[in-house]
């Protein structure tokens, strides 16, 4: 039984995930915009329309941890290790700067080399 819920719960933060998110690191907002399904991650700057790239990912709700794998793009080739909060219709994500240490909390700290995005979703 805790089994299948556990599965369900990652299950639902797999569906609820999916969509257009847009917003920004603190103090850049609306500079990121993210495209998110069921396989992969496509970005871009909506300000200027530039790629962020495109790659995959992988969550583990239990954890409340994504992993972004970026196949092309100005960061391709590199791993992204990360936490994520999903409340209500706002995405929290951090991540590493490619680094392969995972962040321990949900809060920008780039001297640490920890990266904080707040997303809205638009869709």
């Known amino acids: 039984?805790?089994?299948?819920?556990?599965?369900?719960?990652?299950?639902?933060?797999?569906?609820?995930?999916?969509?257009?998110?847009?917003?920004?690191m603190p103090g850049e907002p609306g500079t990121i915009e993210l495209t998110i399904t069921p396989s992969k991650i496509v970005g871009r700057n909506p300000?200027?329309?530039?790629?962020?790239?495109?790659?995959?990912?992988?969550?583990?709700?239990t954890k409340k941890t994504i992993d972004a794998h970026v196949i092309n793009?100005?960061?391709?080739?590199k791993t992204y290790l990360g936490l994520y909060s999903l409340e209500g219709n706002t995405l929290k994500w951090v991540s590493n700067g490619g680094r392969k240490k995972r962040?321990?909390?949900?809060?920008?700290?780039?001297?640490?080399?920890?990266?904080?995005?707040?997303?809205e979703r638009l869709k």
Do not use: C
């Open 103 to 119: 962040p321990v909390d949900i809060v920008h700290r780039p001297d640490r080399d920890q990266f904080l995005m707040v997303l």
């Open 1 to 24: 039984m805790l089994a299948s819920l556990a599965v369900n719960g990652e299950e639902i933060d797999k569906q609820r995930i999916l969509g257009v998110w847009a917003g920004g």
């Open 47 to 61: 300000r200027n329309g530039k790629s962020l790239g495109e790659g995959t990912y992988e969550i583990d709700s």
């Open 73 to 77: 793009g100005p960061f391709g080739g």
